[in-house]
């Protein structure tokens, strides 16, 4: 045990003691504490009591906190800086000033003109010592009343000396400086440090703008003055005008940035100072009127120039206001306030009143501010301050709020501001989305609140704690994502036909190949799941805003506020319409819905209730325990999704109770607002609809169905109290018959259903349905009935409306009655057409006929989207992350998205008439009245050349316009062939065929299937074919002017009789969509329960391509052409591919030769690049004699002037990086395969034309210059003329070159490609005689050409180069040549080569 140290030990002893302590490990036992300086912010001995405690540690954090506020610090303290790893060597030698840093150049001042002032005598040898006494009077003095010590006292007079150096530097006179200069400095003066030039120019009162620095004279001071001084002697000479007429000279003359930099300049001089500066005003300057009119004319001219200058900065002169006095406060602080015994005037200049908003007129772009309201403020509209748009920013006096400073005020640390900013930025949405702003704002305002992250500050603010600023982003989400109109819409349309199937709201985003899978196998490339994951939140909203919000937990938030705060009534309506406008977006985004955990719960439970307490007001303060029509409608746009959703609804959430509940009771009996209750109802008759289209929930059709008769036999008589409430109970009525029309095309399936269950031996097959066809054949009756009532009440201008409303969905319903009734084992011919017959003459008849259905007809061309495209241009702001319908313009400029859409009727009339028609054949004829109108034909008539765009904005009605003109197309065919009057317009009924093949859009795969099996390949459609074989062939002869043998009339014959065949290659090619089509027709057929979805597939464009022609050969050049390099022989193609090949061609001649408007969306440039596929599919395919013939015909066709003038192979064709790419792919196969081929020659020919790129004349006579032995195309078998190849004259040097060379080796001669020849020696005479001022370098190839040709061994080939005179196609070597070279030319040659000698004939002669 070691000993305590004692006081007799001596030093040595406590040393041992120490080392004995230390080798034994001992802890000492006295602990040093020290206490932390809380003013300097030292906690060093906390942290020693401490270090026994337990502490929790985390990574990456500091171990001590660090101070918030900073420590004071002595003033004289921060001058000693020290760093704590900072040794006394580093600290000495970093304040040790080398010599080295103080030698340098030394260049001696020049003192010959400074004046040499000597001391002054005073009484005493040294300088006066201050005493103590002296410091305390000073201090006294200075320093504000109070006790304070001496230190302070000190500092207060420094500081006061300091600021009475730097006022009296400011304010002295100019009485006093120029005393100054004549008596010296005085001796204070000369003790401090010397002052700038610049300084000591403004204290004597010199110029304003001169400093006399750069001068190369030693006393730049005093010339600078000599200056100013002659400047003020010869502004004193001058009179007032003189002055005048000067300044506006140089007004004009100098620079507008300049002038106002002279007056910056002034501005920026001392303004205290204004009162010592004012005689010399008065001196120099012209009196005050003088003044005020040159006032005048300097802002004249300041207002021109700003008007001149367009999108420059704004020049205006920027109004530098005096500082503010006390008197000019508006509340006059006491000095009895605290801390106001000293008022600060900086600080108060905020008090002031604003200055007035320029009203200059300016084209500068300005930063735009809203109101609160979210409407645009003018920049130049003066509003009051009570208004509260008046603020602390950049711009204090313009009112509102810029976007950038709603954000800032997003995070405020006030509720207030938080909910004002968030409130504003709803209503800038709301507007946005109107499209307000377009006329008034550049850019979109949507795009750039999304690209600054307005849905993550929406998002934090729907975490916020405030109740308030919650409900206000709810609201800004809201107006982000929902468009009432678009809701309105759809919900229109969804008693049309097929009306509940939709697109889903996925953003079209085109995703480039990430340069990590380029070269992987398809194994090793990342799967798109993988990809989504790894991008950021970021990333995500800015491709998909749906998809971005979910992904950021956006729907257990939303859970979280129906479930907790349980909101206002608004809050619940935006939060349940987010939800729908999410459920819209895809299959998945309502899957994640579904999934959310509780989410649909707390809606059913709280918005849909099974019983409900009656509200007494009309406005209810809380929706929770009422029934909500919008809640409802979620549960029917989830459903839509898929049959799966449907079923969850129905079975796990309860949906089939709160269907009988809400279908049973009238809307008058259900305790609610009358309009709600009409809503409530209807939506659920909607999702009835939606779960009987997939076949399920036909069990509650038979128990609630003497309800559901009932309902149908009261809709005869629809009464309300308001117009308002007339339509939502036409609504109900409309929904009601779309549910019965659900469940008889269910039951129409049951039979076919029970006999697939006995036969599926294994195989998947949905089972039948409980429902039966006997269950839905007591409804025809009544609908009869209804639909004979509503035909009637056509007559009476009162009920018009409701009649025109309700027709389509009771023709709806009677078409899938019959249609289904053809299937049905208890189907009975006889009275079936006895029925179809009374139907037709009581109500079908009369219809057609009505006034009103002719109005509806006329309106066709006038509503249709494909002939007016601008009707479904956007209203509103569009982003491609955020797609919606934009119909807020469609339903003010056209109410073909209303209720009395003239699509809805005439639709549904024309599919009940094609299944009359097919049941009944006898009734065809007479329904030709229909077809034969002036306004349908009209009507088909200009929808042959549209160009329909396909977006989300115009899709939607695009398919609804789509199925009227397809099922006019199917009426119109049936009549061709009995009808004379209509078969005249087959031509028209043909090419509005071909037209809406091109246009149908994904989900229409089925009708494209239709039109392609009936109509696009019907004998009846194309009348060429039907006037005899040699009218047809005379016909062809005389279109196309034809050469080659066979006559194109024969082609033309052959391809007529084979139409069938080439319809089966077609629809052989077209195999691949198969599931597509079988999806589509149980859609259109109403196979319900074989429905998988009512989301239609992904809006990417039309279902076939434009150039679907083409496609057996660009799938054979798939299959073989671009695997195998083109080097199969036709033996080793698959069977079949010439077969193919050669209807492809045959259908392609039929196209060009009678419905060229048909292919009038493949560019020219498209058909030469697909058609090229016939040389690049196999090494002899293009030997083949159909093929060859075929190919020469339609090669002609796309040679022809008007066909030529518009191939543009500058562009690059669909599907490939450029012409260019595939012209060497063709050069290859030339120089492979083409055994000299007069056919393939052409083609390749055609590209080298003057007017395209050089490249590819490059290609020809740089890399494969061999092919032009084998390129024998003959001048008169050039089916392009020779000018197109010679003009203008070429300019590339490399290229002329390259023709001289292949000259001159014998790579090109006449006897082998006669064409290029007469080409080279055109561009390469016409070159060389050329006398244009070029440059040196082309100047010096001229000469050297001329002189090398001059030289020339070869007299024929020297001949054709000197004396060619121009292009001639129809002779001999393509082009005429001089006898005798003329004058210019010959004078040329002399001055290259010198004396020229002439023989016979004028050919040239070597000297």
């Not at 030698?103 to 400074?114: F, K, Q």
């Not at 990333?539 to 859970?559: C, H, I, N, T, Y």
């Not at 006895?834 to 079908?844: I, Y």
């Not at 006898?922 to 050349?945: E, H, N, T």
């Amino acid at each position: 045990m070691l000993r305590r140290p004692k006081s007799a030990d001596s030093e040595a002893d406590l040393l041992r003691e120490q080392q004995e302590l230390l080798a034994a490990g001992g802890q000492s036992t006295v602990t040093v504490v020290k206490r932390p300086d809380k003013r300097r912010g030292d906690a060093a001995g906390a942290h020693e009591q401490e270090k026994h405690r337990d502490v929790v540690t985390i990574e990456d954090l500091p171990d001590e906190i660090p101070t918030l506020t900073p420590a004071k610090k002595s003033r004289f303290k921060q001058e000693r800086v020290r760093f704590e790893d900072e040794g006394p060597e580093e600290r000495l030698d970093r304040h040790d000033t080398h010599i080295s840093a103080v030698l340098a150049r030394i260049i001696e001042r020049d003192t010959s003109a400074v004046p040499v002032l000597l001391p002054c005598i005073t009484g005493t040898a040294f300088p006066k010592v201050l005493r103590r006494s002296v410091v305390e009077s000073e201090g006294q003095e200075r320093a504000p009343k109070g006790r304070k010590s001496i230190f302070a006292r000190q500092i207060a007079a420094q500081r006061s000396n300091n600021e009475d150096v730097q006022s009296l530097n400011g304010s002295e006179t100019r009485d006093q400086s120029s005393a100054s200069r004549h008596v010296g400095f005085s001796p204070l003066e000369s003790m401090e440090t010397e002052r700038p030039e610049s300084d000591v120019m403004a204290r004597v009162g010199g110029p304003l703008l001169l400093s006399g620095q750069g001068l190369a004279i030693a006393n730049s001071t005093m010339e600078t003055m000599k200056i100013h001084e002659e400047n003020q002697a010869r502004l004193q000479a001058m009179s007032q005008s003189e002055i005048l007429e000067e300044q506006r000279k140089l007004l004009a003359q100098l620079d507008p940035r300049l002038v106002d930099f002279v007056r910056s300049r002034k501005a920026q001089r001392t303004p205290e100072s204004e009162s010592s500066s004012k005689p010399v005003q008065k001196e120099n300057f012209p009196p005050n009127s003088t003044s005020t009119e040159l006032d005048h004319t300097m802002k004249a001219q300041e207002s021109q120039r700003d008007t001149m200058e367009d999108y420059e900065e704004d020049e205006n002169p920027l109004v530098v206001q005096p500082p503010i006095t006390e008197e000019e406060l508006p509340i006059k602080p006491q000095k009895v306030w605290l801390h106001m015994d000293k008022v600060e005037l900086d600080k108060l200049e905020w008090t002031r009143d604003l200055p007035a908003p320029s009203r200059l007129s300016t084209k500068k772009a300005m930063q735009a501010r809203f109101d609160f309201a979210g409407t645009l403020i003018p920049a130049t509209k003066d509003l009051p301050t009570h208004l509260g748009l008046h603020h602390h920013g950049e711009e204090p006096e313009l009112a509102g709020y810029s976007l950038q400073e709603l954000f800032l005020l997003s995070r405020s640390q006030l509720n207030q501001q938080r909910n004002l900013a968030v409130s504003t930025l709803a209503n800038v949405l709301t507007k946005a989305r109107a499209g307000e702003y377009t006329s008034s704002l550049k850019g979109s305002v949507l795009s750039s609140l999304l690209d600054a992250g307005l849905l993550f500050l929406l998002r934090f603010s729907l975490d916020d704690g405030v109740e308030g600023v919650m409900s206000a982003a709810v609201h800004a989400l809201r107006a982000l994502l929902v468009s009432p109109d678009d809701e309105e819409c759809l919900d229109n349309a969804f008693s049309w036909l097929l009306g509940m199937a939709t697109f889903p709201l996925l953003p079209t985003v085109q995703e480039d190949e990430d340069e990590e899978d380029e070269g992987l196998d398809e194994a090793l490339k990342e799967t798109a799941k993988e990809k989504e994951e790894k991008k950021t939140d970021h990333d995500v909203a800015r491709q998909d805003v749906v998809k971005g919000f979910l992904r950021m937990q956006g729907l257990p938030r939303l859970r979280y506020i129906l479930e907790v705060l349980r909101p206002s009534p608004r809050v619940v309506l935006d939060i349940l319409e987010v939800l729908i406008r999410i459920a819209r977006h895809s299959t998945a985004a309502a899957t994640q819905i579904l999934n959310c955990p509780r989410l649909m719960e707390t809606v059913i439970s709280e918005f849909l209730p099974c019983s409900w307490t009656p509200t007494v007001s009309q406005a209810p303060s809380s929706l929770y325990g009422l029934p909500v029509a919008l809640a409802m409608k979620l549960l029917r746009v989830l459903a839509s999704a898929g049959r799966h959703a449907c079923a969850r609804i129905l079975n796990s959430l309860g949906g089939k109770e709160l269907l009988s509940r809400l279908v049973v009771v009238d809307p008058s009996e259900m305790l609610l607002e009358a309009g709600e209750a009409l809503r409530c109802t209807t939506e659920a008759l909607r999702l009835f609809a939606v779960a009987a289209g997939y076949g399920q929930a036909c069990s509650l059709y038979t128990d609630l169905y003497p309800v559901l008769v009932k309902r149908l036999q009261a809709g005869n008589r629809p009464c309300a109290s308001s117009e308002a409430v007339l339509f939502l109970e036409l609504d109900r009525i409309r929904a009601l018959l779309v549910l019965l029309t659900q469940v008889t095309q269910t039951a129409g399936c049951h039979e076919e259903l029970q006999r697939g269950l006995v036969s599926a031996q294994g195989t998947e097959c949905p089972p039948p349905p409980p429902v039966l066809w006997s269950h839905v054949t007591g409804l025809q009756p009544t609908v009869i009935s209804s639909l004979k009532g509503c035909v009637r009440a056509l007559d009476g201008s009162a009920q018009m409306s409701s009649a025109l409303i309700l027709l389509p969905s009771y023709l709806l319903y009677v078409e899938a009655y019959y249609s289904q009734l053809c299937v049905q084992s208890s189907f009975q011919p006889v009275q079936c057409l006895q029925e179809l017959e009374s139907l037709t003459s009581d109500v079908l008849l009369p219809l057609i006929s009505h006034q009103a259905m002719q109005n509806l007809a006329s309106s066709f061309r006038s509503s249709s989207v494909i002939c007016n495209p601008g009707l479904s241009a956007p209203g509103g702001e569009v982003v491609p992350s955020l797609p919606g319908l934009f119909c807020s313009r469609l339903m003010t400029s056209s109410t073909i998205a209303g209720p009395n859409s003239p699509l809805s009727l005439p639709t549904a009339l024309l599919y009940l008439l094609n299944t009359i028609t097919s049941i009944h054949k006898g009734l065809i004829q007479k329904f030709s009245r229909l077809i034969l109108s002036d306004a349908v034909l009209g009507y088909l008539r200009s929808c042959i050349g549209a160009m329909p765009s396909v977006s989300h904005m115009s899709a939607w009605i695009l398919r609804h316009e789509h199925h009227l003109l397809y099922l006019l197309l199917r009426l119109a065919h049936k009549m061709v062939p009995v009808d004379p009057e209509v078969a005249k317009h087959a031509f028209l009924f043909h090419q509005v065929s071909l037209a809406l093949l091109s246009w149908l859009l994904p989900g229409s795969e089925y009708l494209a299937h239709e039109l392609m099996s009936v109509l696009t390949f019907s004998h009846s459609l194309l009348p060429e074919g039907g006037c005899g074989e040699p009218e047809v062939a005379a016909l062809a002869e005389l279109q196309l002017k034809e050469r080659t043998s066979p006559a194109v009339g024969a082609l033309l014959r052959d391809a007529l009789h084979h139409l069938p065949s080439i319809r089966g290659c077609y629809l052989t090619h077209l195999a691949h969509m198969e599931p597509s089509v079988l999806s589509s027709r149980d859609r259109y057929l109403g196979r319900n329960p074989f429905v998988r979805s009512h989301l239609l597939p992904e809006l990417t464009g039309p279902s076939l391509p434009s150039d679907w022609p083409f496609l057996p050969f660009i799938s054979l050049y798939e299959r073989t052409g671009q695997s195998a390099g083109g080097g199969q022989q036709v033996e080793s193609l698959p069977a079949g591919s010439v077969q193919s090949a050669t209807h492809c061609l045959q259908w392609l001649l039929v196209l060009e030769s009678w419905r060229e408007q048909a292919l009038t969306a493949v560019p020219p440039v498209a058909k030469l690049a697909r058609l090229a596929c016939v040389f690049l599919c196999s090494s002899d395919l293009f030997l083949e004699r159909p093929v060859q013939e075929l190919t020469w015909a339609l090669f002609r066709r796309l040679t022809r002037p008007a066909q030529l003038e518009a191939l543009d192979l500058g562009s690059a064709p669909p599907g490939l990086a450029s012409f260019h790419d595939l012209y060497s792919a063709l050069l290859a196969q030339y120089e492979a395969v083409s055994f000299g081929d007069l056919l393939f020659g052409c083609f390749m020919l055609l590209p080298l034309q003057r007017r395209y790129s050089v490249t590819m004349r490059l290609a020809v006579f740089g890399e494969h210059v061999g092919m032009l032995r084998s390129l024998g195309v003959s001048l008169q078998q050039l089916p392009v003329p020779l000018e197109k190849f010679t003009s203008p004259m070429e300019d590339s040097l490399p290229l002329l070159r390259l023709y001289f060379r292949a000259l001159v080796t014998g790579a090109l001669k006449r006897n082998w490609c006669p064409v290029l020849y007469a080409v080279a020696v055109a561009h390469l005479n016409a070159f060389i005689y050329s006398q244009h001022a070029v440059a040196e370098e082309v100047e010096a190839a001229r000469r050297s050409l001329l002189r090398k040709t001059y030289y020339m061994t070869d007299e024929v080939l020297k001949n054709h180069l000197l004396l060619f005179w121009q292009p001639q196609q129809n002779s001999e070597l393509g082009f005429s040549t001089y006898e005798q070279l003329p004058s210019i030319r010959a004078r040329r040659l002399e001055s290259i080569v010198g004396t020229v000698q002439k023989g016979e004939k004028g050919k040239i002669l070597v000297p």
